[in-house]
T-cell receptor
């Protein structure tokens, strides 16, 4: 079984709809991250969380919100989706007793906003 | 704004050659450096991390770090067509989050 899972893997929605992307991990890591990836722009950090009570904005948090429901779960919400939020979204985790600062990525969610 | 710069490529090398991928970063206080490989449509996967100046070798891969020049590179020896992918350089920022370059696309021709 994959250590970092994301649901859904693909989603097509319409402008103005509320969307939630979910991330779960079995690695026991404290730190979790949400990125979006656009062609030519690389990976950009949306939000990150160092533990359940810690949420931080990343480079491009406008239009997004997050919830850290438990150590293993970190959800990303688009309250009112717009077409320029069409992208590939990745969740990542990092931490543990022997952390090397390495982030481990989920398989990604491809979101299309029409 | 802390930055990580990479040549976007594409970098094309023949099979069996050495591929050299380069990255510069702006935050002189950065301590941790990473190379990820990403196949099209897939998630990034870690190739190597390096913390200290000098070279670090793992199989066909060698990471090189020069903190004085704020430069980190990845060498791939005996390049194979399966190495064709986008390579992402990442640097640990002062707030504990990774800052990624935009990636270099590598194409290894049989």
């Amino acid at each position: 079984d994959a250590d970092v899972t994301q649901t859904p893997r693909n989603r097509i929605t319409k402008t103005g709809k509320r969307i939630m992307l979910e991330c779960s991990q079995t690695k026991g890591h404290d730190r979790m991250y949400w990125y979006r990836q656009d062609p030519g722009l690389g990976l950009r950090l949306i939000y990150y969380s160092f533990d359940v009570k810690d949420i931080n904005k990343g480079e491009i948090s406008d239009g997004y919100s997050v919830s850290r429901q438990a150590q293993a779960k970190f959800s990303l919400s688009l309250e009112s989706a717009i077409p320029n939020q069409t992208a590939l979204y990745f969740c990542a985790t990092e931490g543990g007793a022997y952390s090397t600062d390495t982030q481990y990525f989920g398989p990604g969610t491809r979101l299309t906003v029409l | 704004q802390k930055e990580v710069e990479q040549n976007s490529g594409p970098l094309s090398v023949p099979e069996g050659a050495i591929a050299s991928l380069n990255c510069t970063y702006s935050d002189r206080g950065s301590q941790s450096f990473f190379w990820y490989r990403q196949y099209s449509g897939k998630s990034p996967e870690l190739i190597m991390f390096i913390y200290s100046n000098g070279d670090k070798e793992d199989g066909r891969f060698t990471a090189q770090l020069n903190k004085a020049s704020q430069y980190v590179s990845l060498l791939i020896r005996d390049s194979q067509p399966s190495d064709s992918a986008t390579y992402l350089c990442a640097v640990m920022g002062s707030q504990g989050n990774l800052i990624f370059g935009k990636g270099t696309k590598l194409s290894v021709k049989p």
